[in-house]
Nanobody, 125 residues
Framework: QVQLVESGGGLVQAGGSLRLSCAASGRTLNNYAMGWFRQAPGKEREFVAFISWNSLSTYYTDSVKGRFTISRDNAKNMAFLQMNSLKPEDTAVYYC??????????????????WGQGTQVTVSS
């Protein structure tokens, strides 16, 4: 089992930055793909970013490309989401997720086995 705990959310003005962290326990993340998802009020949870186990492959939803950066530190068993140039439409609960990495991209929430509890990000205009 993998336990995931997100942190780093908060209230920020439009144009500002936040860095979300995801700390894993239970198992090392060396063989796991990591993803970030978000859910805005009244909307379904959506994919934000993906990173392969070795950081060689990353992928972003179009709305965050050029503004968000996903990264990981396997030695510390952590993943991160650096969010710059934040917009009010980025307001959501952000979740990190993990699954064993086999191949390809994982952009569907059903592909992930382990989830954190979420951290709230609120961007004011």
């Amino acid at each position: 089992q993998v336990q995931l705990v997100e942190s780093g959310g908060g209230l920020v003005q439009a144009g500002g930055s936040l860095r979300l962290s995801c700390a894993a326990s239970g198992r090392t993340l060396n063989n796991y793909a990591m993803g970030w998802f978000r859910q805005a009020p009244g909307k379904e949870r959506e994919f934000v970013a993906f990173i392969s186990w070795n950081s060689l492959s990353t992928y972003y939803t179009d709305s965050v490309k050029g503004r968000f950066t996903i990264s990981r530190d396997n030695a510390k068993n952590m993943a991160f989401l650096q969010m710059n140039s934040l917009k009010p439409e980025d307001t959501a609960v952000y979740y990190c997720a993990a699954r064993l990495f086999l191949s390809g991209l994982y952009v569907n929430e059903r592909q992930y086995d382990y989830w954190g509890q979420g951290t709230q990000v609120t961007v004011s205009s």
